[in-house]
């Protein structure tokens, strides 16, 4: 069955990880989620969107954001990369951090999968509009 | 719709058509006129000098003649006499006569300070702007006599020129300005004022009044006015013709269930709506709104908005045979209001309008699925509930009923810990506060999900999302007090108590043995079996102890029962439910043995014989779904069982009637029930074999239980069956009742 995308989703609460997996997995996408903040950019390899929690151990999104973009700049098809939090004051400035934008409501699965279908219609969108 | 009405002209200030042209006509007048006033000045200027110069020469002429014989005869006196006379000429400005010896002049006559010159030498005149010169040699054969000069003043020539000159030029003015008068005059009637009409015409055309031009001129303007006629008409028909349209289309979409609005490039809503568009979005304009405001409102950052103002950008941009590819990529359904009591659902379904071979506008049609969601929310959480009460029915197959209690109440005391310390500390939030807490939460939340309560794992997952909040501003070294984040934190730690006490209930509702659940160990069947062989006879303290080992819970023995009822029920045409009381009430070992059989032929006879129809229960004025209730209770002599039904009750004349029938001894129908062979109703797959009664008597006199059988509170049937010595008659025990078969 073909998939509808690849994502790389990166938190360090191996529950939200499971459940992201899951709710994604259920509604067709690839997903490739791990718990590490350094060492990820290895499976940017494909990936059309990268989903990043911010309070993690050792780096924030922020800073696991910076290297991934750097490697991503070299990649041939540049991802999307969003926020995933439920901390109100990081979610209002994503920008700010560097990040396309936020996916709020964080452990909400609809909420998820609405956000998550809304970002590959952009991604299509975008590929559409530059043939 | 955009006006079509033309923007305001940029020209500068309005200037009429017949001025201009009067303007225009008047300057070339003008032009030709002071032309022809020069020409006509220079000419009588020249007529006049001409005509001074001619006077002049025949007076010089005749001078030469008088003086001649004076210069010939040398008489100075003579030519002086002679240039006196010349004083009576008042054009004569200057008069000299030189004789040959002298350079001076012999005789001159000056009327002012004018410049002698030198003496002429040749006869000749020279015109000036002033004054006319004449020069004249006299000659004598053989040599010459002199000459003379005479200045003849040219001002009554100059003033005459200059009265006249005026008079030409005033009425070269007065001719243009009569002529520019007639052009305006005529322009303003042949085109100005038809124009004028034709453009208050078209204004009111414009306002949407029809308006024709009654301009008959046959000429260029006529023609204008007529095309203008023409296509006022045309106009306004085609109007008329649009708003019917119009009309139609909004009769159209007025009739249609969905919301439909209209919207062109960048999303800007056309004034073209359903009625149910109002109702749906809530408000009765939409013109040159944009419809990501009716979409997406106050969320212009998600990614939600995001895409659909891509996809807006997209579906103006492709050509309509690229719209598939386009509206795959459009959004499907939206929420509004989330959250609130007017949340809404709407399915999207986008359908491009095609002009000229582009995409114009895009139809957008929006059907409210709300309900549809919500029944599909409501099966999904009932499929979500099922599926967890499943989790913990296999749990408490696995024998892990003891466990899950163990780890509720560890739960239970970790989140107390918390809140007890949270409300003893204040001032600065310390970082192993937030760790103390957060590695509670994360136990809780781990062994959660090891049970598979997910609401437990959910609620205990939020107390760890803001605990890791706290734990990174900590980290970032942004200081923050522990009466800031309290409230919050109680609150969540609270939830994840509701859900502790939840899983509990939820526990216990799904044990088929209820609360017993929370006091069972596993044990091997065989095992039990062995110790009651071994010990049970006995009569002291080990061998009640063994016995009560060896009981089961009332509930563990009806499991099977719980599922089958209602698909007995409606096998039979039917639509029952069993509840059960006292599931957690130890049965002895003997009376289990028995237990499920008899209580599958009495459920399965109250369903037969008692339940009605859900049509006649409805006449009845009874629920459709018929309940049996089963109970059992402890008392001092052992359990003690019923079973009711709101059935019909007995039909005790059928029973009677059966009785005897069957040459059976007379009595009360509620005993003669258990006669083996009575049955009141043909064979069905629930019952009518005429066994199952009997054979259920039989099986319970043989551990020492009586059962009786009267009328329930709920008009039904009621049975009891309670230790003691059988009260059946012979013919009703065990031995009449074989071979038993299945009922």
Redesign the interface.
């Known amino acids: 069955v073909k998939k509808k995308g690849r994502i790389l989703v990166i938190d ?2 191996e ?2 990880l499971n459940n992201v997996r899951s709710t994604l997995q259920m509604a067709g996408y690839e997903v490739v989620a791990t718990s590490k903040t350094v060492g990820t950019a290895r499976h940017l390899n494909d990936c059309e969107l990268v989903i990043i929690d ?2 993690m151990p050792g780096l ?1 999104g922020g800073e696991v954001l910076s290297s991934l973009r750097a490697a991503a700049n070299s990649a041939h098809a540049k991802p999307l990369f ?1 926020l995933y939090t ?2 109100p004051e990081i979610e209002k400035a994503p920008a700010e951090l560097g990040f396309d ?4 409501k ?2 909400n699965r609809d909420a998820l999968l ?2 998550v279908d ?2 590959f ?2 991604i ?3 590929a ?2 530059k043939k | 719709m955009k006006s079509l009405a033309p923007e305001p002209s940029d020209a500068g200030r309005f200037v009429s058509i017949g001025s201009r042209l009067a303007a225009s006509i008047g300057l070339v007048l003008a032009i030709a006129a002071i032309a022809i006033a020069t020409q006509l000045m220079s000419s009588t200027r020249e007529r006049l000098v001409e005509g001074k110069r001619l006077a002049a020469e025949m007076v010089v002429n005749l001078f030469a003649t008088s003086v001649t014989p004076a210069l010939d005869f040398g008489d100075d006196d003579q030519t002086r006499e002679e240039i006196g006379r010349l004083a009576t000429n008042q054009d004569i400005v200057y008069a000299g006569v030189w004789g040959t010896s002298r350079s001076e002049p012999i005789a001159e006559l000056s009327r002012s300070a004018v410049a002698r010159g030198s003496m002429p030498t040749a006869t000749g005149s020279v015109v000036g702007d002033d004054a006319i010169e004449i020069t004249h040699v006299l000659d004598r054969q053989g040599g010459r006599l002199g000459s003379l000069r005479v200045r003849f003043s040219l001002s009554r020539e100059n003033q005459q020129f200059l009265a006249a000159r005026r008079k030409i030029l005033g009425f070269a003015v007065l001719l243009t300005l009569l002529a520019a008068g007639a052009v305006f005059v005529v322009v303003r009637r042949i085109v100005v004022a038809p124009l004028t009409q034709l453009s208050n015409a078209a204004r009111r055309l414009q306002q949407g009044k029809l308006e024709t031009v009654g301009v008959r001129a046959n000429d260029e303007v006529g023609e204008l006015a007529t095309a203008f006629n023409a296509m006022a008409t045309a106009i306004v028909d085609r109007e008329r013709s649009l708003a019917d349209l119009n009309r139609r289309l909004q009769q159209l979409l007025d009739h249609m269930r969905e919301a439909i609005v209209v919207f062109g490039n960048e999303g800007i809503l056309a004034g073209v709506r359903s009625r149910q568009a109002e109702t749906t979005f809530g408000r009765s304009s939409f013109e040159g709104l944009q419809v990501q405001s009716l979409l997406y409102p106050k969320r212009s ?4 908005a ?2 659909f103002e ?2 807006i ?2 579906a103006f ?2 050509a309509p045979s690229g719209w598939d ?2 509206a795959a ?3 499907t359904e939206v ?1 509004l209001d989330a959250g609130s009591e007017r949340e809404r659902v709407l399915a999207l379904d986008f359908r491009p309008v095609e002009e000229g071979g582009r995409i114009a506008r895009i139809m957008m049609l929006a059907n409210d699925r709300t309900d549809v969601r919500r029944l599909e929310r409501t099966v999904k959480e009932r499929d979500e509930e099922h599926e967890r009460q499943m989790g913990a029915m296999r749990r408490l197959v696995a024998g892990g009923g003891q466990l899950l209690v163990s780890v509720l109440a560890r739960a239970k005391d970790r989140l107390v810990a918390s809140k007890e310390r949270l409300l003893r500390e204040s001032g600065p939030l310390e970082r192993f506060l937030v760790e103390e807490l957060f590695q509670h939460a994360h136990s809780v ?1 781990g062994e959660a ?1 090891a049970f598979d309560l997910a609401l437990l ?2 609620a205990a ?2 107390v ?3 605990l ?2 706290l ?2 501003r900590l980290r ?1 070294g942004k200081g923050v007090t522990v009466e800031e984040v309290r409230g919050e934190l109680l609150d969540r730690i609270d939830a994840t108590l509701s859900a502790v006490s939840g899983a509990s209930t939820m526990l216990v509702e799904a044990s088929p043995i209820g609360e017993a659940i929370l006091a069972q160990v596993t044990v091997q069947r065989g095992d039990v079996a062995e110790l009651l062989a071994l010990l049970g006879e006995r009569a002291d303290e080990v061998g009640r102890v063994v016995t009560r080992i060896a009981s089961r819970p009332f509930g563990e023995l009806l499991l099977a029962l719980v599922d089958s009822v209602p698909r007995w029920a409606e096998r039979d045409g039917k639509r029952a439910r069993l509840e059960v009381e006292g599931r957690e009430v130890l049965v002895p070992p003997a009376l289990a043995h028995v237990l499920p059989d008899v209580m599958t032929h009495l459920v399965r006879n109250a369903l037969a014989h008692g339940i009605e129809r859900a049509t006649e229960r409805d006449d009845a004025g009874k629920p459709e779904v018929g309940l049996i209730h089963v109970c059992c209770r402890t008392t001092e002599e052992g359990p003690v069982l019923t079973v009711d039904d709101d059935g019909g009750g007995l039909d005790e004349q059928a029973i009677l009637a059966q009785t005897m029938g069957l040459g059976l001894p007379n009595g009360l129908a509620a005993d003669a029930v258990f006669a083996p062979g009575l049955s009141t109703a043909g064979p069905s797959d629930l019952a009518g074999r005429g066994v199952g009664l009997a054979s259920v008597a039989a099986d319970l006199a043989s551990v020492g239980y009586t059962v009786t059988l009267g009328p329930s509170v709920e008009g039904g049937v009621h049975v009891t069956m309670a230790p003691g010595p059988s009260n059946l008659p012979k013919p009703f025990s065990k031995a009449a009742a074989s071979p038993r078969s299945p009922s």
């Open positions: 360090d609460n529950a939200v911010y309070h924030h969003y439920s901390d934008g936020v996916f709020t964080k452990g609405q956000n809304a970002a219609r952009l299509r969108l975008r559409l509009q | 950052g998600d990614v939600e995001a895409a891509e996809w950008r997209a941009s492709v590819d386009v990529l459009a959004p929420m939340k999900r794992e959910t997952a939020k760890e999302d803001l890791a909040i734990r990174g970032e």
